[in-house]
Nanobody, 121 residues
Framework: QVQLVESAGGLVQAGGSLRLSCAAS????????MGWYRQAPGKQRELVAD???????NYADSAKGRCTISSDSAQNTVWLQMNSLTPEDPAVYYC???????????????WGQGTQVPVSS
């Protein structure tokens, strides 16, 4: 009942920039947090950045100083601006949202389908 639609734009190359967008839709009482994770081949999925509905942000060490996460709670949308891309950044990026279910009221986490940020050479 909750769907996440991801999109991406920008230069996908070392030193370039990338902007990831994700919008959540469906029936839920509230959105507690939204964020971005990534999973490289052979690696576990890891947090890049997330943001709560109150505006608190959390960044992976590799993202600090060059990445900015922002959100619009009214639109249930989150953006991740990534600058100064490094060789470690190529991965599949997954949007996630933590919401309170409209029917049950319990907190649930949903994932987007994943957005490929390819290796450049």
């Amino acid at each position: 009942q909750v769907q996440l639609v991801e999109s991406a734009g920008g230069l996908v190359q070392a030193g370039g920039s990338l902007r990831l967008s994700c919008a959540a839709s469906g029936r839920f009482r509230s959105s507690n947090a939204m964020g971005w994770y990534r999973q490289a081949p052979g690696k576990q999925r890891e947090l890049v950045a997330d943001i709560t509905s109150g505006g608190s942000t959390n960044y992976a060490d590799s993202a600090k100083g060059r990445c900015t996460i922002s959100s619009d709670s009214a639109q249930n949308t989150v953006w991740l601006q990534m600058n100064s891309l490094t060789p470690e950044d190529p991965a599949v990026y997954y949007c996630n949202v933590v919401v309170r279910d409209f029917i049950s009221g319990i907190v649930k986490l949903y994932w987007g389908q994943g957005t490929q940020v390819p290796v450049s050479s």
